[in-house]
């Protein structure tokens, strides 16, 4: 319990690291290069995704060394293409359907989809003890 606990700060801080380059890109291209928020904040989205997997085989997650590491990215990528989709919704329902500002509403997306991304990283990245 205690290292599934120091394991999800470790997550919490590079989460929170990857959520302020995600925001500030999204906000970067949305306010002074006039890009529509929902492709801003897919690009920023994606470059927040490669940060974080640098970050998450390194500090977080316990990674098989052996493991084919372009395998192990794909795998990666595809589970933060799904996360991008919830986050994309996320902002769609929240932004057009309830009217709050984009701004906000990337805050709510980044939560749901955090908890998406631990569970998933956790269930098919991480080392599976034998």
């Excluded at 890009?35 to 920023?44: A, C, E, F, R, T």
Aim: aromatic share 16%.
């Amino acid at each position: 319990m205690k290292k599934l606990l120091e394991q999800i700060i470790k997550f919490g801080f590079v989460g929170f690291l990857c959520f302020f380059i995600d925001y500030g890109i999204m906000v970067l291209l949305t306010e002074q290069f006039k890009v529509d928020y929902l492709l801003s904040s897919g690009i920023s989205f994606t470059v927040s995704v490669v940060v974080n997997y640098l970050l998450s085989i390194t500090f977080v997650f316990e990674t098989d060394k052996e493991k084919n590491k372009l395998g192990e990215f794909v795998v990666f990528v595809f589970l933060s293409v799904i996360g991008l989709g919830i986050n994309e919704i996320c902002m769609w329902i929240s932004v057009e359907q309830m009217g709050i500002h984009y701004m906000i509403s990337k805050i709510g997306a980044t939560a749901v989809v955090m908890v998406y991304n631990f569970i998933s990283r956790k269930l098919f990245i991480e080392k599976k003890e034998r």
